[in-house]
């Protein structure tokens, strides 16, 4: 904030003073020169004066090394311009200082302008990028998410991020785009944050849940895209969030979507959801290994899972395109 207003700081008093002096005595001395002298001598002046333009602008353009050597020319010009010395020396030293002066203030005041450009150029440059930014802030929101999970429920939290990361890695096989992935991979972190509001003893059940409870449990898909939809930098992701749970052929929930209806990035999500918890060791079960886990997906292809994504995820495990996370 201190760099802010050091660089958009207005004019400081000496400057002010310097200004409004120097401006009152070259009006006083033109017309000082016409009374004494005439308007010959004044047309020889404002000839001379008419160098501001150029020295102006050259200021403005060149350091202050090579803008005031083009000041020290135009002054010479000036000298020139102003004609041969006569009896009246008085006036004629008069005149040179006032276009002198001018040029000067000219040359001052847009080396001023010149040097609070760059520094504001150095500053707008030093600013860090905002997508950087959002992406960091972003990021923060996630680990903070994932943090309040972990503490209900630890599994959930390592859980999500496997998932999170074979997402990102079927996603670029699968041919969609680095932007795109990276929503999938963020919608496959905060998948089950819904599970923060599921009561523990539905969580950690071991037995197979009743039917009650399993509608119940449902509702994290719900409870987890309502939590995100809350949050600018996560819009983007709710119906990946909320339709992972949907199946290929239509009897999933929450909206029983089929097929291409079902966002891309759930269909993914799908995939490496259930691979990541057939082949994860639980209190009560020792994990799959991932051949039997491939074995098991390839077994709902087309009904639970979408034909091509599953296919192409069961062989880039089964050839190490996709690496198996240990747990």
Do not use: W
Request: net charge neutral; with cysteine; charged share 25%.
């Amino acid at each position: 904030m201190t760099k802010h207003k050091q660089i958009f700081k207005s004019p400081g008093k000496t400057s002010k003073c310097i200004t409004i002096v120097l401006s009152g005595l070259v009006i006083v001395s033109v017309l000082v020169i016409k009374l004494v002298s005439g308007m010959d001598m004044v047309q020889k002046m404002h000839l001379g004066v008419t160098l501001v333009v150029p020295v102006f602008l050259m200021n403005r353009l060149l350091t202050r090394r090579f803008g005031y050597s083009i000041t020290a020319v135009c002054v010479l010009l000036a000298v020139f311009f102003s004609g041969p010395v006569d009896k009246l020396v008085p006036v004629y030293v008069l005149i040179i200082l006032v276009q002198v002066i001018v040029l000067l203030l000219i040359t001052y005041l847009a080396q001023e302008d010149r040097r609070k450009y760059e520094k504001m150029k150095q500053y707008s440059l030093s600013l860090p990028d905002p997508t950087v930014q959002e992406e960091h802030f972003k990021m923060e929101v996630v680990d903070a998410l994932l943090k309040a999970i972990d503490a209900k429920d630890s599994y959930t939290y390592n859980h999500s991020k496997r998932v999170a990361s074979y997402c990102r890695k079927l996603a670029l096989i699968s041919g969609l785009d680095t932007d795109k992935a990276d929503k999938i991979y963020l919608a496959g972190m905060l998948h089950d944050i819904g599970k923060i509001g599921m009561k523990d003893s539905i969580l950690n059940k071991s037995e197979r849940l009743s039917d009650m409870e399993y509608i119940e449990a449902k509702e994290h898909v719900v409870t987890g895209a309502k939590i995100a939809e809350n949050m600018d930098i996560l819009k983007e992701i709710v119906p990946i969030m909320l339709h992972h749970h949907e199946r290929y052929d239509g009897n999933g929930y929450p909206e029983h979507l089929k097929g291409e209806d079902i966002p891309v990035g759930s269909r993914i999500i799908a995939i490496c959801d259930s691979f990541d918890a057939m082949t994860s060791d639980r209190e009560y079960r020792k994990g799959m290994s991932a051949e039997q886990a491939a074995t098991k997906l390839m077994e709902c292809i087309g009904t639970q899972y979408d034909p091509h994504l599953c296919l192409l995820f069961v062989e880039s495990i089964r050839n190490n395109a996709i690496t198996v996370i240990s747990i």
